[in-house]
């Protein structure tokens, strides 16, 4: 059970559990906002079970998230990718101002769950983004970021290796830490678990041990075009291959999946992180969505359902801008940022019914698909037992250094 923020077992949680970034922006706070790590960790120890990595595409969705996880009990992940809050950007909600957001609320909601803060997606393509990740990567961390996704996946897997290698100086030891492989919607074809092992020990002979391994393992971003999906026995085989070097797997693209098959990915596979973003999205507007989350389109178009999500007036607003633009379903997400502050103008009882959404939905997920229920408890024991806010890595190195220089 969630302990109370009044209490001094809490008290020492925040004391010795949060990052020194953290504490330093936060120094009053009563949020515990940790690594990464620490939420792997815990939906680790229970087993057969992934959280939420929700995406935080407005102030709303990050609300309804936070208020699920704490009537779950669960440990969860805020994130958002550098396409839509990096510095080129479609939302307003930022690398720079999600953990000032979350901890605004877990205050104001008087919330004990243990958060993490993660940066998902930041791509690498190239050598100029990577002079531009030496900088701005650092700047994310400064501003309450607890934990990245260093995505190189675009490049060769030479490449990718070298890119991951380059950047993790840049990026704080007790910081969670993502890496992928097979880049999704990509035209190489699946990820194999030879991919996985190339850049996984070679990272490892350079003693850096990513938390995560996202791959492209069938899953696609967005409204969902296939039913095809997500092909779990081939991520299980994946994973276990990279287990000896302590991999969990992260899964994206899981809005569109039916509950069955996000309940055999928690139940198959080494998965603790699922990143929702789509679906978040649609339920917090008060779109038509079906039973997986996936927008119901009529004539290719969204459909909104009347009582639900934002004000008729609004929507109708949004959907004036998406003809004049000529968006289809997809190029919807661009409007977050231009709608934010409309959105955020509404009467409260239009934002708390889209508030309430997100919750009932993610409530849903945590508890009858993911599993993640009662695994805030487990990121308290581990920060205890850890005595700090580094659980260190989960395993050591493994790969001689001199077969993985360079050249």
């Known amino acids: ?124 393509k190239n050598e100029k983004d990577l002079a531009q990740a030496k900088v701005e990567v650092p700047s994310m961390f400064e501003a309450g970021i607890t934990s990245i996704a260093i995505d190189a996946s675009h490049l060769p897997d030479d490449q990718n290796l070298l890119s991951s290698i380059a950047i993790n100086p840049f990026i704080p030891k007790w910081a969670g830490l993502e890496c992928e492989v097979g880049e999704i919607k990509g035209d190489i074809g699946l990820s194999t678990p030879e991919d996985a092992l190339f850049l996984i020990q070679g990272l490892n002979a350079h003693d850096i041990h990513p938390d995560w391994i996202a791959l492209n393992n069938g ?90 999500g934002m004000s008729e007036e609004l929507w109708a607003e949004m959907v004036a801008v998406g003809d004049e633009k000529k968006y289809k379903a997809g190029d919807y997400k661009s409007l977050n940022l231009p709608f934010e502050n409309k959105i955020l103008a509404q009467p409260k009882e239009i934002r708390e019914r889209m508030t309430k959404a997100v919750e009932d939905f993610v409530y849903n997920l945590l508890t009858n698909v993911f599993h993640a229920d009662g695994t805030a408890p487990l990121v308290y024991e581990a920060i205890m037992k850890a005595n700090g806010y580094d659980p260190g890595p989960k395993a050591g190195r493994l790969e001689d250094p001199d077969n993985w220089t360079e050249a």
């Open 1 to 124: 059970m969630a302990w109370s923020n009044q209490s001094k077992e809490y008290e020492k949680l925040l004391e010795i559990g949060r990052p020194p970034t953290i504490s330093a922006l936060f120094p009053n706070s009563k949020g515990l906002i940790v690594s990464g790590k620490f939420i792997d960790r815990a939906l680790m120890a229970k087993g057969k079970a992934m959280t939420i990595a929700a995406n935080g595409r407005n102030h709303l969705i990050i609300r309804g998230v936070l208020s699920a996880a704490q009537k779950a009990d669960a440990a969860v992940i805020i994130e958002i990718a550098k396409s839509e809050g990096g510095s080129k950007f479609y939302c307003a909600v930022n690398y720079w101002n999600m953990a000032r957001q979350v901890d605004a609320l877990l205050n104001e909601l008087g919330l004990t769950i243990p958060v993490a803060i993660h940066a998902d997606h930041y791509a690498i």
């Open 219 to 308: 899953t696609t971003h967005g409204i969902q075009a296939s039913s095809a999906g997500i092909q779990v026995d081939l991520t299980a085989k994946i994973h276990q291959a990279v287990a000896p070097y302590g991999l969990s797997g992260a899964q994206h693209g899981t809005s569109g999946n039916s509950t069955e098959r996000l309940k055999e990915i928690a139940a198959k596979t080494r998965t603790t992180k699922a990143n929702v973003a789509t679906a978040l999205q649609m339920v917090s507007w008060g779109v038509e969505i079906d039973d997986y989350g996936n927008a119901i389109l009529k004539d290719g178009n969204l459909q909104k359902v009347p009582g639900k």
